[in-house]
């Protein structure tokens, strides 16, 4: 124990002199009390176990705190000291890791399916919170592999799948092909035993006769680079048996087809010197096609760069060449802790960016590859805020939107559990239908046959579409009368928003291009439709409003295009103002009169017509009565400029306006109290209802400009259950 525990500080000195050696001491005694009398099944001391996780975590060069919580990973599970205890003796930081390597040592592994173990996999990443806990995780896992001959068959073979499956992608996700490599390789020992041993047997039996050949080119290689004065370390490796493995399995090759069973690795110093000895080589040797990959100018998604080459060696023996700087070696054996830059000393603040860098990097990466390798899917630590994923009973994991509540879990599982849901569980206990899930919730739906269907409320709690578009279905066919009366009643709503009336825009020919569209065979259909969700009354409103406005548009622009035409009669214009204050231009002392038909105010664009023997009568420029269409030609003639006087308007003038609303009672007392509370005199007032129960209020009110009236109108068109509100033209 005291060897491992000197290893470990020596180790930590050498990458960092003022690391908390004293922590770590501490750390150690106070995790070999806590584990005092427990054993492991090999037999040795319980804390030999913490510890030589804590060592594998000064290999891969982490700061104090990781290696403290290393040392206390299994304190808190297994025996009676508590994260409150943790905190109190070894801060916040520390708490904070072993909390997370307890809390992720508790996912259970059963499934075996794909999808499954990648659901997992995120689930480990979106529980950790922080990188360290996995690092630590993994470096658990390594160990536990390391010594996973003294349990149970039974045992083995579950730890090494799950390892297989879970840990060595994470590692291999995070850049650590060092660790990956081994927990890869010893899984496998366990996990298939004959095929290991045949890659082992056949490896080891050309041992010698291969690194004859290799040393041989690492012979040559040394020579030519010393002549080219590039400083370089040369030697040459095995690959894992495992990769080994798969490539023999999955694309049904010999040993002797694979290439790169065998490379030899050029570590340089600098970026050009890769190029240079890349250049080098493929002098030496014949390069095979396509067997060359610069993964320094397009790194691998995990940030792995090297120069790959396979070129054709002496007896036309392939060899894989792989150049790399020192920088990328240590980043493509440690992966993402080659990265945990530590300093003690600088801010926390400082810390995060070197964590956001990292993820930053990881995203620019992910954007310009593209690789099979989903890597970054799964390595969003933070990314990961906008899911969770939780349990069924039986272990499976399910994946939903972050603020996923019970609701979704059970429309995810089955629509027939939805529909007969009448409560959940979570971690065994009762909880509230909008609970929302935690990441490693276990949950269980309460069903009952007495359920008839969904709470239309759900609606709003759901987060998955799937569960929204469950419970509109449910609703569509179960409650069709219902769902039409409310429908009808949206799309009401929706038109008094609008100020528009059903009349107004119910034409069969809007109607029907809208229910072929969403495929509804009736009117009733459509009300059905917005009545259980499926379409908002707002899109139906607007769709018809806008072929209403269309409409409305041509008939003004009809209407425009047979306005009286424009009479410039600026040069004889009259000063003298009639008692309505209207200037006919070039003709004093005339009668001038307002007509009746559309009430002209002050502000109005107005033209005059001169009456037979009734003087000029003025009209709104848009009033019907006026449209060349319904004058003569020889009346064209007559008609004369006319405009209000600048000066200060005594005149009032009356004006006419017409509502439609709601029929409802209290509709009449708020309109005049409405009216009333503007102060604009009313002279009269007439209501009537039609056979559709719409309110048709007319009245007249004394105005002195269009701005008065402008406001009576604004006022009126507030008013609950009113469509339109006009001035009139006779
Ligand atoms: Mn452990």
Redesign the pocket.
């Known amino acids: 124990m005291e060897a491992i525990i000197k290893k470990i500080t020596d180790n930590i000195k050498r990458y960092n002199e003022r690391s908390d050696i004293d922590g770590i001491m501490r750390a150690y005694e106070y995790a070999k009390k806590a584990h005092e009398g427990q054993f492991r099944k090999s037999g040795d001391e319980y804390i030999s ?2 510890l030589s ?1 804590a060592l594998i975590m000064t290999e891969l060069e982490m700061d104090a705190p990781s290696v403290i919580a290393a040392i206390l ?2 304190v808190v ?1 297994d025996t009676s000291i508590t994260l409150q205890d943790i905190t109190e003796e070894f801060g916040e930081d520390v708490a904070l890791l072993v909390d997370g ?1 307890t809390k992720i ?1 508790k996912i259970q592994y059963t499934s075996q399916e794909e999808q499954q173990i990648e659901n997992l996999r995120k689930m480990f990443l979106a529980m950790a919170k922080d990188i360290r806990v996995i690092l630590i995780k993994l470096a ?2 390594l ?2 592999i390391r010594t996973l001959k003294s349990m149970t068959v039974e045992k083995q073979l579950r730890i090494a799948r799950e390892t297989m499956e879970v840990y060595a992608p994470l590692a291999h996700r995070l850049g650590m092909s060092k660790i990956k490599g081994e927990l890869e390789d010893l899984s496998l020992k366990y996990l298939d035993p004959i095929g290991y041993q045949e890659i082992s047997d056949s490896i080891n039996q050309k041992k010698l006769e291969r690194e004859k050949f290799i040393n041989s080119i690492i012979e040559v290689l040394t020579q030519k680079l010393a002549a080219l004065e590039i400083k370089c370390q040369i030697n040459g490796r095995a690959k894992h048996f495992y990769s080994i493995y798969r490539k023999m399995y999955t694309q049904n090759k010999t040993l002797d087809e694979i290439y790169d069973l065998f490379a030899v690795r050029v570590i340089v110093d600098s970026v050009s010197d890769c190029y240079a000895v890349l250049g080098m080589v493929h002098e030496l040797y014949k390069p095979m096609p396509m067997r060359f990959k610069d993964y320094i100018a397009m790194p691998k998604p995990n940030m792995y760069q090297s120069l790959h080459t396979t070129v054709i060696g002496p007896f036309g023996r392939p060899l894989e060449i792989q150049i790399r700087t020192w920088e990328m070696h240590t980043v493509a054996e440690k992966g993402i802790a080659a990265h945990w830059k530590y300093k003690e000393g600088v801010t926390s603040n400082s810390e995060s960016d070197t964590k956001l860098e990292w993820v930053r990097q990881l995203l620019e990466m992910q954007k310009e590859t593209i690789d099979e390798d989903d890597f970054m899917r799964t390595l969003k630590i933070d990314l990961f805020a906008d899911e969770v994923f939780v349990f069924t009973p039986k272990g499976d994991v399910i994946n939903l939107p972050a603020g996923a509540t019970p609701i979704d879990f059970a429309f995810s599982i089955h629509s027939a559990i939805g529909y007969k849901m009448m409560g959940a569980k979570v971690n065994s206990k009762i909880v509230p239908i909008d609970h929302i899930l935690k990441n490693g919730d276990i949950v269980e739906v309460l069903t009952s046959s007495s359920v008839h269907g969904p709470s239309r409320d759900w609606l709003k709690l759901v987060k998955t579409s799937q569960a929204r578009n469950k419970i509109n279905q449910w609703f569509k066919k179960e409650r069709r009368e219902e769902n039409i009366v409310r429908g009808r009643e949206l799309i009401e709503k929706e038109l008094r928003r609008h100020s528009l009336s059903h009349s107004q825009l119910f034409r069969d020919e809007w109607i029907a291009p809208i229910l072929k569209r969403y495929t509804l065979a009736t009117l009733d259909d459509l009300y059905a439709s917005v009545g259980y969700g499926g379409l908002t009354a707002q899109k139906v409103v607007i769709r018809l409003r806008d072929e209403y406005l269309k409409i409305a548009k041509l008939e003004r622009d009809e209407a425009m295009s047979s306005l009286p035409p424009e009479i410039d009669y600026s040069e004889t214009k009259s000063t003298k103002t009639s008692s309505n204050g209207i200037i006919v231009h070039g003709i004093d002392n005339c009668l001038v009169r307002l007509s009746k038909c559309c009430t002209p105010v002050p502000g109005d664009d107005i033209i005059g017509f001169i009456t037979r023997g009734r003087g000029v009568s003025v009209h709104r420029r848009d009033c019907p009565n006026i449209a060349p269409t319904s004058l003569t030609e020889e009346d064209l003639d007559r008609f004369i400029g006319v405009s209000w006087s600048t000066d200060k308007l005594s005149g009032e003038y009356l004006s006419e306006i017409q509502v439609e609303a709601d029929d409802r009672t209290g509709l009449l007392a708020e309109i005049t109290a409405a009216i009333t509370e503007t102060k604009i005199p009313m002279r009269s007032l007439n209501a009537r209802t039609t056979k559709s129960n719409v309110a048709i209020i007319t009245f007249t009110v004394e105005i002195s400009d269009t701005t008065q009236l402008e406001t009576i109108i604004r006022k009126i068109r507030g008013l609950p259950g009113v469509y339109e509100v006009m001035r009139c033209t006779q």
Do not use: K, M, T
Request: proline residues 8%.
């Open positions: 176990h913490p996780v990973h299994d599970e390597v040592g658990d896992r160990h536990n």
